[in-house]
Protein backbone atom coordinates (compact mmCIF):
# COMPACT_ATOMS: atom_id res chain seq x y z
CA UNK A 1 0.00 0.00 0.00
CA UNK A 2 1.40 3.72 -1.37
CA UNK A 3 1.56 6.34 1.07
CA UNK A 4 -1.27 8.18 -0.16
CA UNK A 5 -3.43 5.48 0.37
CA UNK A 6 -2.67 5.28 3.72
CA UNK A 7 -3.08 8.94 4.11
CA UNK A 8 -6.65 8.59 2.27
CA UNK A 9 -7.58 5.77 4.87
CA UNK A 10 -6.23 8.57 7.88
CA UNK A 11 -8.89 10.90 6.22
CA UNK A 12 -11.57 8.30 6.42
CA UNK A 13 -10.39 7.42 10.49
CA UNK A 14 -10.19 11.17 11.23
CA UNK A 15 -14.04 12.01 9.63
CA UNK A 16 -15.37 8.65 11.52
CA UNK A 17 -13.81 10.04 15.03
CA UNK A 18 -16.38 11.09 17.39
CA UNK A 19 -14.61 14.30 18.02
CA UNK A 20 -14.79 15.04 13.99
CA UNK A 21 -19.04 13.80 13.67
CA UNK A 22 -19.33 16.09 17.22
CA UNK A 23 -17.78 19.36 15.30
CA UNK A 24 -19.58 18.66 12.45
CA UNK A 25 -23.17 18.13 13.99
CA UNK A 26 -22.18 21.41 16.02
CA UNK A 27 -21.45 23.21 13.10
CA UNK A 28 -24.76 22.67 11.28
CA UNK A 29 -26.29 23.36 14.22
CA UNK A 30 -24.79 27.09 14.41
CA UNK A 31 -25.01 27.28 10.98
CA UNK A 32 -28.60 26.60 11.24
CA UNK A 33 -29.63 28.68 14.30
CA UNK A 34 -31.11 31.66 13.04
CA UNK A 35 -30.71 33.78 16.10
CA UNK A 36 -26.46 33.30 15.67
CA UNK A 37 -26.51 34.01 12.40
CA UNK A 38 -28.00 36.93 12.49
CA UNK A 39 -25.86 38.27 15.36
CA UNK A 40 -22.98 36.95 13.12
CA UNK A 41 -24.53 39.22 10.37
CA UNK A 42 -24.58 42.37 12.65
CA UNK A 43 -21.13 41.77 13.47
CA UNK A 44 -19.75 41.40 9.94
CA UNK A 45 -21.50 44.69 8.74
CA UNK A 46 -20.28 46.41 11.66
CA UNK A 47 -16.77 45.65 10.99
CA UNK A 48 -17.20 46.50 7.43
CA UNK A 49 -18.49 50.02 8.25
CA UNK A 50 -15.32 50.12 10.27
CA UNK A 51 -13.09 49.08 7.62
CA UNK A 52 -14.80 52.10 5.51
CA UNK A 53 -14.54 54.33 8.45
CA UNK A 54 -10.69 53.52 8.61
CA UNK A 55 -10.13 53.66 4.62
CA UNK A 56 -11.59 57.19 4.88
CA UNK A 57 -9.22 60.09 4.69
CA UNK A 58 -11.18 62.12 6.64
CA UNK A 59 -12.07 60.08 10.04
CA UNK A 60 -14.09 60.86 12.62
CA UNK A 61 -13.08 59.70 15.72
CA UNK A 62 -16.00 59.83 17.31
CA UNK A 63 -17.58 57.54 14.37
CA UNK A 64 -14.78 55.03 14.75
CA UNK A 65 -15.06 54.73 18.67
CA UNK A 66 -18.74 53.90 18.26
CA UNK A 67 -18.05 51.19 15.68
CA UNK A 68 -15.64 49.61 17.95
CA UNK A 69 -17.57 49.75 21.05
CA UNK A 70 -20.24 48.07 18.78
CA UNK A 71 -18.17 45.46 17.56
CA UNK A 72 -16.97 44.51 20.90
CA UNK A 73 -20.24 44.29 22.24
CA UNK A 74 -21.69 42.10 19.81
CA UNK A 75 -18.58 39.92 19.40
CA UNK A 76 -19.08 39.55 23.78
CA UNK A 77 -23.11 38.43 22.54
CA UNK A 78 -22.06 35.95 20.09
CA UNK A 79 -19.05 34.62 21.98
CA UNK A 80 -21.63 33.88 25.42
CA UNK A 81 -24.15 32.03 22.67
CA UNK A 82 -24.40 28.91 23.98
CA UNK A 83 -24.51 27.24 20.46
CA UNK A 84 -20.88 28.86 19.95
CA UNK A 85 -19.89 27.76 23.12
CA UNK A 86 -20.49 24.59 22.30
CA UNK A 87 -19.17 24.77 18.67
CA UNK A 88 -16.04 26.65 20.48
CA UNK A 89 -15.56 23.39 22.43
CA UNK A 90 -16.03 21.24 19.67
CA UNK A 91 -13.15 23.00 17.28
CA UNK A 92 -10.75 22.77 19.93
CA UNK A 93 -11.59 18.76 20.59
CA UNK A 94 -10.86 18.28 16.92
CA UNK A 95 -7.97 21.09 16.47
CA UNK A 96 -6.61 18.99 19.62
CA UNK A 97 -7.06 15.54 17.35
CA UNK A 98 -5.34 17.07 14.77
CA UNK A 99 -2.49 18.43 16.48
CA UNK A 100 -1.63 14.87 17.63
CA UNK A 101 -2.19 13.49 13.97
CA UNK A 102 0.25 16.18 12.93
CA UNK A 103 2.91 15.70 15.99
CA UNK A 104 3.24 11.93 14.62
CA UNK A 105 3.91 12.95 10.96
CA UNK A 106 6.53 15.92 12.47
CA UNK A 107 8.35 13.28 14.67
CA UNK A 108 8.45 10.66 12.16
CA UNK A 109 9.64 13.08 9.73
CA UNK A 110 12.37 14.28 12.15
CA UNK A 111 13.33 10.62 12.58
CA UNK A 112 11.49 9.62 16.26
CA UNK A 113 9.38 6.63 16.87
CA UNK A 114 6.15 7.63 15.51
CA UNK A 115 4.54 4.52 17.98
CA UNK A 116 6.07 5.75 21.20
CA UNK A 117 5.92 9.85 20.66
CA UNK A 118 4.74 12.07 23.15
CA UNK A 119 1.52 13.45 21.91
CA UNK A 120 0.76 15.42 25.28
CA UNK A 121 3.72 18.28 25.86
CA UNK A 122 4.44 19.31 22.21
CA UNK A 123 3.87 22.37 21.98
CA UNK A 124 4.88 22.95 17.97
CA UNK A 125 7.64 25.14 19.36
CA UNK A 126 10.84 23.33 18.80
CA UNK A 127 12.19 26.29 21.01
CA UNK A 128 10.16 24.81 24.17
CA UNK A 129 11.17 21.55 24.26
CA UNK A 130 14.47 19.12 24.03
CA UNK A 131 13.76 17.54 20.66
CA UNK A 132 11.08 15.47 19.14
CA UNK A 133 11.49 11.58 19.29
Known sequence: MDIITQARELGVAIQADPRYTFFKD???????????????????????????????????????????????????DIMSDPQMTKYEEAKKALEELIAQVNTVIEVSVNGGDPLTCDLTNCTHNCSTCGGCG
Open 26 to 76: IKSEMDNDESLQKKIGAFNLERMNLDKELSNDERDETTMKALNEKIKSLYS
